[in-house]
Antibody, heavy 116, light 106 residues
């Protein structure tokens, strides 16, 4: 089955860190760029970061630049997002998304809650 | 940075045509996509490259671009089409979503 499964979310205090993972299956992971998109509770979608197929190019939204780091391990069919210096406004569901030129495959999301 | 502007809500009766618009200067240069998101679910792409429909998406969904505005049209909207709809565009290696439009069908 073609799918993306995120994990690693949870409750963290402001200033803390978290590492999200996304396990891909059912397709050739190493052939595709990947993205992270987040959605704060009751709010709209926000693009967070993208990485090309062999990590040549990496991009971030201004809101997370310098705090978040995207990476991938093609041998493990996995995508990661390291979240540092977390703030309350980083609270959101984080989605792992395949990019074929279109964001055509989404995971179910993992919830990150930043609260003291 | 680029911005995409959507109206916050649209309401139609079942069988009527729903039109959701998305405006932004970047749309004159880059393709738009439309995503449907139902409560508690991940988004699903319903239109890509401004007007292309993925396999499995009903024919009642269509997309159109005029200048800097793209329009998602749902012809003969069904109750199951009630959802939030987001336009999206990738430009300068960054993604931008519109603010979302809540479609009510009742």
């Amino acid at each position: 089955e073609v799918q993306l499964v995120e994990s690693g979310g949870g409750l963290v205090k402001p200033g803390g860190s978290l590492r999200l993972s996304c396990a891909a299956s059912g397709f050739t992971f190493s052939s595709h760029s990947m993205n992270w998109v987040r959605q704060a509770p009751g709010k709209g979608l926000e693009w967070v970061s993208s990485i090309t197929s062999v990590s040549t190019y990496i991009y971030y939204a201004d809101s997370v630049k310098g705090r978040f780091t995207i990476s991938r391990d093609n041998a493990k069919n996995s995508l990661y997002l390291q979240l540092n210096s977390l703030r309350a406004d980083d609270t959101a569901v984080y989605y792992c998304v395949r990019d074929t030129g279109d964001l055509d495959l989404w995971g179910q999301g993992t919830l990150v809650t930043v609260s003291s | 940075s680029y911005e995409l502007t959507q109206s916050s809500s649209v309401s139609v009766s079942p069988g009527q045509t729903a039109r959701i618009t998305c405006s932004g200067d970047i749309l004159a240069q880059k393709y738009a996509r439309w995503f449907q998101q139902k409560p508690g679910q991940a988004p699903v792409v319903v239109i890509y490259k401004d007007s292309e429909r993925p396999s499995g998406i009903p024919e009642r969904f269509s997309g159109f671009i005029s200048g800097t505005t793209v329009t998602l049209t749902i012809s003969g909207a069904q109750v199951e089409d009630e959802a939030d709809y987001y336009c999206y565009c990738a430009a300068d290696s960054r993604g931008v979503f519109g603010g979302g439009t809540k479609l009510t069908v009742l």
